[in-house]
């Protein structure tokens, strides 16, 4: 009788301690960030996520305008922002517009933040959260800003501040239409240029609220191409930061991707990179850009002295050639005469490079 008593008491502190922790995280989503015991218990034992907002704002509260940590009695400050960086990237967004400003706010932490780790956390979450993005096709317009912006201030001329068109209002959506897919082809030259364009996205009423479908879809189009773009160039960046483990995550979220747009970046810091972490992650990305470029910087790593890094180089050889050739570098040296070989003399330009893809 006793152990039947027992058993029910235990059963019956399982059920309680489960529907407090439902309250609890309820309460934390619409109450404040510190809730103790059982906060700690909710998110930390069971990692459980918060609402994004809320990780947001504590990414967003813990920098400064120049996006140095403030100066706070709170001693797990950073910590906090490194797990909530984490976060970020792992939650599903309601709306575009929602996780356009996450985009923005983490490269803002790969190129600035003073912690490496929250860096390499947010090189991280943006690959997670483009990998998950539509792809984006169509042919990039290199743009420095001046188009974009003599057409961004056409189209908020053509609508009032309360997102209604001043006149004509089908030509108008019809004008801001064209508008919007020519400011999605867009390919900018750095960080600070993309999110700019991205931000009109976020902060204009007649884009954000667009009655009109056809409008409202290359809106959504346009935004996806300009947070692509933004993490790209963020990860990008996060190659040739001082720390090697945010180029090693930068390097990989650029593979994992499979942006070959990178390859220039990954190329020119191949030369001077010296962690062998590093190196087999642009090892791999070269596998998978497949160029000439690529196939001429990885047959010396055949010879490496790292036994890991040499197996990479082969690995990525292999992945390009469709068969393995072992490990002599002579032998891939052969192949890849034959196969990407040398442009033809000037003045014979049908015969320049048929092997390079």
């Known amino acids: 009788m006793q152990r039947r008593s027992t058993r029910a008491g235990a059963i019956a502190l399982s059920?309680?301690?489960?529907?407090?922790?439902?309250?609890?995280?309820?309460?934390?989503?619409?109450?404040?960030?510190?809730?103790?015991?059982?906060?700690?218990?909710?998110?930390?034992?069971?990692?459980?996520?918060?609402?994004?907002?809320?990780?947001?704002?504590?990414?967003?509260?813990?920098?400064d305008q120049r996006f140095r940590y403030r100066v706070s009695e709170d001693e797990f400050l950073i910590d906090k922002t490194v797990d909530a960086v984490q976060r970020l990237g792992k939650l599903e967004y309601e709306r575009l517009e929602g996780e356009a400003q996450v985009f923005d706010l983490l490269a803002?932490?790969?190129l600035d933040d003073p912690s490496?780790?929250?860096?390499?956390?947010?090189a991280n979450s943006l690959t997670r959260l483009t990998a998950k993005l539509p792809a984006s096709d169509g042919r990039r317009v290199p743009e420095r800003g001046d188009r974009f912006l003599t057409r961004l201030r056409e189209m908020d001329g053509l609508f009032a501040t309360n997102g209604l068109a001043r006149t004509n209002p089908a030509g108008a959506r019809s004008r801001a239409v064209?508008?919007?897919?020519?400011?999605?082809?867009?390919?900018?030259?750095?960080?600070?240029?993309?999110?700019?364009?991205?931000?009109?996205?976020?902060?204009?009423?007649?884009?954000?609220?667009?009655?009109?479908?056809?409008?409202?879809?290359?809106?959504?189009?346009?935004?996806?191409a300009r947070m692509r773009d933004t993490a790209i160039l963020a990860l990008r960046a996060g190659v040739d930061d001082s720390t090697a483990y945010v180029r090693e995550e930068s390097v990989?979220?650029?593979?994992?991707?499979?942006?070959?747009?990178s390859e220039g970046v990954i190329l020119a810091r191949l030369a001077t990179e010296s962690r062998p972490r590093v190196?087999?992650?642009?090892?791999?990305?070269?596998?998978?850009?497949?160029?000439?470029?690529?196939?001429?910087?990885?047959?010396?790593?055949?010879?490496?002295?790292?036994?890991?890094?040499?197996?990479?180089?082969?690995?990525?050889?292999?992945?390009?050639?469709?068969r393995d050739l072992g490990i002599r570098r002579a032998t891939w040296t052969r192949w890849a005469e034959g196969t990407y070989p040398p442009p033809a003399a000037s003045g014979d330009s049908s015969r320049a490079n048929p092997g390079v893809r």
């Open 108 to 110: 803002d932490v790969v």
């Open 252 to 261: 990989r979220g650029l593979k994992t991707l499979g942006d070959r747009g």
């Open 116 to 122: 490496a780790l929250a860096q390499a956390n947010a």
């Open 178 to 224: 064209a508008i919007l897919r020519e400011i999605g082809s867009y390919a900018m030259p750095n960080v600070p240029l993309a999110k700019d364009a991205m931000k009109p996205f976020y902060t204009r009423t007649y884009l954000v609220n667009a009655p009109d479908a056809a409008m409202r879809r290359a809106a959504d189009v346009a935004l996806v």
């Open 15 to 63: 059920l309680l301690l489960l529907i407090s922790s439902a309250a609890c995280t309820r309460a934390k989503r619409l109450g404040s960030q510190d809730g103790g015991v059982w906060d700690s218990f909710v998110h930390g034992v069971l990692n459980m996520d918060r609402d994004a907002q809320e990780y947001y704002t504590i990414v967003r509260g813990s920098h």
């Open 279 to 322: 190196r087999s992650e642009m090892a791999e990305f070269l596998g998978i850009s497949r160029s000439a470029e690529g196939v001429a910087a990885l047959l010396p790593m055949l010879d490496d002295g790292d036994p890991s890094l040499r197996l990479k180089a082969r690995q990525a050889l292999t992945r390009i050639a469709g």
